[in-house]
């Protein structure tokens, strides 16, 4: 089992920087492919990037491209999710999700087993 703990979450004006992190316990994160998702109030769960377990690829949802990057850590056990340029419509609980090697290609929530407990961004304008 994995258990899966986000920090860095917070309140930013629009503009603002925040960097998400992701610390894993409990088994490694190498073997695993790695995400995070946002999820607005009244709305579906999101994948906003993703990476393979050696860190050498990476996907990122439109509307963040450019704005966001993902990268992990394999020796630290960590994936981390660093927001730029934030929006207000960036606002949303964020979550750390992890799955095996064939999630990368399906952004589907309910193709990840390993989930975190979410930590709270809110961009002001």
């Known amino acids: 089992q994995i258990q899966l703990v986000e920090s860095g979450g917070g309140l930013v004006q629009a503009g603002g920087s925040l960097r998400l992190s992701c610390a894993a316990s409990?088994?490694?994160?190498?073997?695993?492919?790695m995400a995070w998702f946002r999820q607005e109030t009244g709305k579906a769960r999101q994948r906003v990037a993703v990476v393979t377990r050696s860190g050498s690829i990476t996907y990122l949802t439109d509307s963040v491209k450019g704005r966001f990057t993902i990268s992990r850590d394999n020796a630290k056990n960590t994936v981390s999710l660093q927001m730029n340029s934030l929006k207000p419509e960036d606002t949303a609980v964020y979550y750390c999700a992890a799955g095996p090697d064939w999630v990368v290609a399906d952004p589907r929530p309910t193709t990840y087993p390993y989930w975190g407990q979410g930590t709270q961004v809110t961009v002001s304008s």
């Open positions: 409990g088994r490694t994160v190498s073997s695993l492919v």
